[in-house]
């Protein structure tokens, strides 16, 4: 609705630039005097509830004559009913403001002037006796129409209805040559401003590139130093295994085979990490020892004038001899 006033400035040039003087009056006069608001519902509203704070019952159903002429009797059939329940509750609300303004001569005049019409209506006969209450606002009837919320329910419905018949009614050429260009505009508003978000957001990732560009040089170089400890670790290891294994080498003894015996054996026999090996005779048999001593245990033997052979390996070296 906010494109009609464009509108209106539009045509207003128009008649001055042809010269119709007389027309652009009228129409000036015509708009200050507009019954339709504009098609704002909220100052339709407050147009008729100024007939009802006037407690001017005429102009009130003189007004709603003509939005019901101008609107509601072009609706479809299945809306009569809803604007035949709003002009009740808009009635009923005249009737409850003039009590609540202490004005009873109007609420007796209502009644004076619309009798015939309301006579017989299930929906005004307990209304009729409004005049006649002490206090309406304490009546179990009555009461609901005295509160705020009563009053706040039937404006917002009635501002909606209002809304939903200026939205769906059929638009002038003119006026909707004008919606689409502001339509237009208005995405090209939103074009721009998308533009100028996707120019930030390119802005933002080239900031965070370069930040994880030098994130990454900064990395690098600690892996660098990393590398080159990880290098000398194991080349320090590498000669400390080949130290190692430069120690475990092992080593030659001579072992004594010398033995309390009339004949002489064999020359000393070469073992490993002074391990003594198997003695032979000078026939070249094998003598088999009880068992293996090494070079400190031999010693042993030879001090202590022990004969390593059992009796028995002895006489059967001297019986072959």
């Not at 494109?3 to 000036?28: A, C, D, N």
């Not at 009913?81 to 009873?104: E, H, N």
């Not at 502001?182 to 080239?206: F, G, M, P, Y």
């Not at 000669?239 to 064999?266: A, C, E, G, M, W």
Request: proline residues 4%; aromatic residues 14%.
């Amino acid at each position: 609705m906010n494109s009609i006033q464009p509108i209106e400035e539009l045509i207003k040039e128009y008649l001055l630039f042809r010269g119709f003087s007389l027309t652009f009056r009228s129409f000036e006069t015509d708009c200050r005097n507009d019954r339709d608001k504009g098609f704002h519902a909220e100052k339709i509203i407050e147009d008729l509830y100024s007939f009802i704070a006037n407690s001017d019952i005429n102009g009130l159903l003189d007004y709603w004559e003509y939005l019901n002429i101008r609107y509601f009797s072009r609706l479809d059939a299945r809306y009569f009913g809803s604007v035949k329940k709003f002009k009740l509750s808009l009635l009923r609300y005249y009737l409850v403001y003039a009590t609540q303004q202490k004005r009873k001569e109007k609420v007796l005049e209502f009644f004076d002037t619309f009798e015939a019409d309301l006579n017989g209506d299930q929906e005004w006969s307990k209304w009729f006796g409004l005049p006649f209450s002490k206090n309406p606002a304490a009546d179990p009837y009555f009461e609901p129409f005295f509160t705020k919320q009563w009053l706040e329910t039937f404006t917002a419905s009635l501002h909606n209805f209002l809304n939903t018949i200026f939205q769906n009614m059929p638009w002038p050429s003119l006026l909707c040559f004008n919606i689409d260009r502001l339509h237009k505009r208005a995405l090209e508003n939103e074009i721009q401003s998308l533009h100028n978000v996707i120019v930030d957001l390119k802005t933002k990732i080239e900031h965070y590139d370069a930040e994880i560009a030098n994130l990454r040089q900064a990395a690098a170089q600690p892996q660098e130093l990393l590398n080159h400890i990880n290098t000398q670790r194991y080349t320090k290891s590498l000669l400390d295994q080949k130290n190692k294994d430069t120690h475990n080498v092992p080593q030659f003894s001579i072992v004594s085979n010398t033995y309390h015996s009339s004949r002489s054996l064999t020359p000393p026999q070469l073992s490993y990490s002074g391990t003594k090996s198997p003695e032979t005779c000078s026939d070249g048999r094998s003598m088999t020892p009880i068992s293996e001593y090494d070079m400190v245990d031999t010693q042993k033997l030879l001090n202590e004038d022990i004969n390593p052979f059992t009796n028995t390996n002895q006489e059967t070296y001297l019986e072959q001899m």
